[in-house]
């Protein structure tokens, strides 16, 4: 019963700890895209592109960091 109640607990921290840093991520990813393009006067589309690259970058990021984090506190293994 008490490995039951730690897996959850283990697997709420696990999807609390994905959003807080993909809300992170995705907010740098964007202000960098806006902010590159408007001090190198790029115009909007270009920002927009580099938003979209940066997100992309991201989203990469987000998947490997979540791939490890899942690996080593070894949720959806059974016992």
């Known amino acids: 019963m008490a490995e039951k109640r730690g897996t959850w607990r283990t697997l709420i921290m696990v999807i609390s700890l994905g959003i807080l ?3 992170e991520l995705f907010g ?3 202000a960098s895209g806006w902010a ?3 001090l190198f006067e790029l115009g909007p589309i270009v920002g927009y592109i ?3 690259l940066f997100s992309g970058l991201a989203a990469y990021a987000m998947l490997a960091f979540m791939r490890r984090v899942i ?3 070894h949720i ?3 016992s």
């Open 21 to 23: 840093i993909a809300v």
């Open 28 to 30: 740098v990813a964007l």
């Open 36 to 38: 590159l393009a408007g």
């Open 76 to 78: 959806g293994e059974r």
């Open 50 to 52: 580099l938003m979209a």
């Open 71 to 73: 690996k080593f506190e």
